[in-house]
């Protein structure tokens, strides 16, 4: 008697070390897009041909978060997320990570949120931005909105009370900024999102598409917040720490990219200093994590597995099908980031993956993720 009461969490040891799913064999990928779901009905049927264990199934999502809800009633398995939603994921609905994207080698860090601001801007500290003026990529981003206002909450310069009104906050703080999108229905339902987080925008050429959620307005973007901070009308912009290269050198042809000069600008630090362009790595908001993909927890192992096959067969392929290439869909992005080069699994949990910095962003968002948990 004895012995077999022992013997079971053995077994279930074993079961998890080496990862043996007896029953189980599908894994339900959940696509949010046409053009994502022919991309996996195309793995699917390659894998098939290819004899690759198991079997891929298709699932239609609405969006990211329906997805979360579908993977946590066991709908879907499978989903591949961005920060933000795999920090919605964990929070939400106790979902976990089974594999990360690696983009040029290196493992876990996709790109830094930076604060931009210009060399001549004088007495500029992140942490006395009161009645400053800001430029944001856009509403509800994660460089230009979940990080730069969680590290304005981490550092008590607003405060979120109950009724979850981000946008209201925000206005009062800053004296104007431009955050694409913040006044649409979409994002403002009630229409009540104050005016001035408008006002550093610009629009098109005809002064058309003011604030739009689009590259109609020329401030739109992580490109167009650094174009705001470079017409002086933002004090600083919220950008990735590559944006600035990515414009220079001929990059970009427009007049004010082509005026660039890195001389002129400098990197905003959380502790109120500041630092040369290049130093991003000592002198940023947030670490921001790679895509990954959300699963169950219990699936962690298997759902890993099962992409380690796929990728043995598809993730380097020049001919066939490619699992990291979204060419001839008509969109990028699908399934995977264009820009993986593999898949690596992950051990730790989804706040490890996160990592540090990011997380206590997050974490002063925290209420914000949770007025949307629904
Ligand atoms: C699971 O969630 C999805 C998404 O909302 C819903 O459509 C579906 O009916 C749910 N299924 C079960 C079995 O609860
Ligand atoms: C967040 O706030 C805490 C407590 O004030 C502080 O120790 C920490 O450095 C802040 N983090 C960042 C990234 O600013
Ligand atoms: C594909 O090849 C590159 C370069 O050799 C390598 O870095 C990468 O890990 C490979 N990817 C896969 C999925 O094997
Ligand atoms: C494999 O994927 C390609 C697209 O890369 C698709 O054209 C082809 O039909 C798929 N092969 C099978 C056997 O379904």
């Not at 997805?67 to 964990?90: E, L, P, R, W």
């Not at 801007?121 to 990080?147: D, K, Q, Y």
């Not at 082509?258 to 940023?284: N, S, V």
């Not at 219990?298 to 890993?304: N, P, Y």
């Amino acid at each position: 008697m004895k012995r077999q009461e022992r013997r079971l969490p053995v077994a279930l040891l074993l079961l998890f070390v080496l990862c043996v799913s007896p029953q189980k064999t599908t894994v339900s990928w959940c696509v949010v897009s046409d053009a994502e779901e022919q991309k996996c009905l195309n793995m699917a049927a390659n894998a098939t041909a290819r004899n690759i264990r198991g079997t891929l199934l298709c699932v239609r999502g609405h969006n990211p978060r329906d997805c979360m809800v579908k993977i946590k009633n066991g709908t879907a398995d499978a989903a591949s997320m961005f920060a933000d939603d795999i920090y919605a994921a964990g929070l939400c609905h106790g979902l976990d990570v089974a594999a990360g994207e690696s983009y040029n080698g290196v493992d876990g860090i996709s790109y830094y949120v930076v604060a931009m601001a210009r060399r001549s801007t004088a007495e500029l500290s992140l942490l006395e931005m009161h009645e400053r003026s800001s430029c944001h990529p856009g509403i509800r981003t994660t460089v230009g909105w979940t990080v730069p206002i969680g590290y304005l909450v981490n550092t008590s310069q607003i405060s979120v009370g109950e009724q979850c009104n981000f946008p209201r906050v925000v206005g009062d703080f800053f004296g104007y900024s431009c955050v694409p999108g913040v006044k649409d229905p979409e994002h403002d339902p009630r229409g009540n999102n104050p005016r001035n987080l408008c006002e550093a925008c610009i629009g098109d050429d005809n002064d058309r598409h003011i604030c739009a959620n689009n590259p109609r307005e020329r401030h739109y973007g992580e490109a167009g917040a650094l174009r705001c901070v470079a017409e002086n009308l933002g004090d600083v912009a919220f950008v990735k720490h590559t944006t600035v290269f990515e414009n220079m050198d001929g990059k970009n042809q427009e007049s004010w990219a082509l005026d660039l000069e890195l001389e002129d600008l400098k990197l905003l630090c959380p502790d109120g200093t500041e630092a040369f362009l290049h130093e991003h790595e000592r002198c940023h908001l947030a670490a921001v994590p790679a895509n990954a993909v959300v699963v169950r927890t219990e699936d962690k192992c298997r759902v890993w597995k099962y992409l380690e096959r796929l990728q043995n067969v598809f993730g380097n392929a020049t001919e066939g099908f490619n699992m990291f290439s979204s060419a001839g869909y008509g969109e990028s992005n699908l399934l995977f980031s264009d820009s993986t080069r593999h898949l690596h699994r992950i051990l730790g949990n989804y706040i490890s993956w996160l990592g540090p910095t990011y997380t206590t962003m997050l974490q002063a968002f925290e209420r914000g993720v949770l007025c949307t948990c629904g």
